[in-house]
């Protein structure tokens, strides 16, 4: 099968439920979509991220990008890719 320009057999796909892209471009997708800032969003000096709301984030974005996954699924993603919790300093 060949995919051109995120097409597969003249079906586009949906950027939602694409199980190409790796988790730090879903994540990126999830960051960059303003009608997901009321759950998670970059902190205003772009270095980090913030999840702002929980339950927003397990009832409403998750399941947009991930159908199956829970949100301690997602938090071992995060940690599976080498992100890092801030809890206290600047970058909080």
Do not use: C
């Not at 994540?27 to 339950?55: C, T, V, Y």
């Not at 940690?79 to 909080?92: D, E, I, L, Y």
């Amino acid at each position: 099968m060949e995919e051109t320009s995120g097409e597969v057999s003249g079906m586009k796909k949906s950027k939602e439920n694409d199980d190409s892209k790796i988790f730090p471009q879903k994540l990126m997708e999830i960051l960059s979509d303003e009608s997901n800032h009321e759950a998670i969003r970059w902190l205003p000096h772009g270095q980090s991220f913030k999840i702002i709301n929980r339950h927003k984030m397990t009832n409403e974005v998750l399941p947009k990008y991930f159908p199956k996954a829970k949100y301690t699924s997602f938090l071992r993603k995060l940690n599976r890719w080498n992100f890092t919790r801030v809890t206290t300093g600047a970058q909080k």
